[in-house]
T-cell receptor
Framework: DTAVSQTPKYLVTQMGNDKSIKCEQN?????MYWYKQDSKKFLKIMFS???????INETVPNRFSPKSPDKAHLNLHINSLELGDSAVYFC?????????????FGSGTRLTVV | RKEVEQDPGPFNVPEGATVAFNCTYS??????FFWYRQDCRKEPKLLMS???SGNEDGRFTAQLNRASQYISLLIRDSKLSDSATYLC??????????????FGAGTRLAVHP
């Protein structure tokens, strides 16, 4: 199936731990994104990569570090997890950095920090 | 002022009803516009793009008014399966060729029998 897939779907971890979320797209898109959806359901962009190059870096704590080994993959590593990091993290991709046709989203990773 | 504003609802309507959602955006230079649908505990999915001339896809009609910076979505003959949160999405067209989609907080629709 052509899609954006991210793992894991659920992640429950203790404060202070380090965790990673992985994302892969087989749509042949050039651009990938990480979005965060908080408890109020508001979706906010965190990062964007275009052909492995970081192009958008919103005001995100530097405990969050994205990494794109190739244009089909975009991972998110989070250090020293805090309670406020609990949210759903969505990976997305678009044909190119202009995003004129919208984005395709992965099914999300529900992170709970306890 | 938020970049994209929507009435959060919820809109509770009976099957067969016509319902309209509205959205305003703050950046007059915005270049492209979309409606996304998000079901409970699922990812957002593209419902339709919104064009200046207005566009229709079956029971769904989207319209854009650039002068008023206003976007609308009309759903006719509502089905139970239309129950979801509808997200108004704007691409503000950031300079340098790199864009990011800005999402509204969503309008919740509940269609009942």
């Amino acid at each position: 199936d052509t899609a954006v897939s991210q793992t894991p779907k659920y992640l429950v971890t203790q404060m202070g731990n380090d965790k990673s979320i992985k994302c892969e797209q087989n749509l042949g898109h050039d651009t990938m994104y990480w979005y965060k959806q908080d408890s109020k359901k508001f979706l906010k962009i965190m990062f964007s990569y275009n052909n492995k190059e970081l192009i958008i870096n919103e005001t995100v704590p530097n405990r969050f570090s994205p990494k794109s080994p190739d244009k089909a993959h975009l991972n998110l590593h989070i250090n020293s997890l805090e309670l406020g990091d609990s949210a759903v993290y969505f990976c997305a991709s678009s044909q190119d950095a202009r995003g004129r046709d919208g984005y395709t989203f992965g099914s999300g990773t529900r992170l709970t920090v306890v | 002022r938020k970049e994209v504003e929507q009435d959060p609802g919820p809109f509770n309507v009976p099957e067969g009803a016509t319902v309209a959602f509205n959205c305003t955006y703050s950046n007059s230079a915005s270049q492209s516009f979309f409606w996304y649908r998000q079901d409970c505990r699922k990812e957002p999915k593209l419902l339709m793009s919104v064009y200046s001339s207005g566009n229709e896809d079956g029971r769904f009609t989207a319209q854009l008014n650039r002068a008023s910076q206003y976007i609308s979505l009309l759903i006719r003959d509502s089905k139970l399966s239309d129950s979801a949160t509808y997200l108004c999405v704007v691409n503000p067209g950031i300079s340098g060729g790199y864009n990011k989609l800005i999402f509204g907080a969503g309008t919740r629709l509940a269609v009942h029998p």
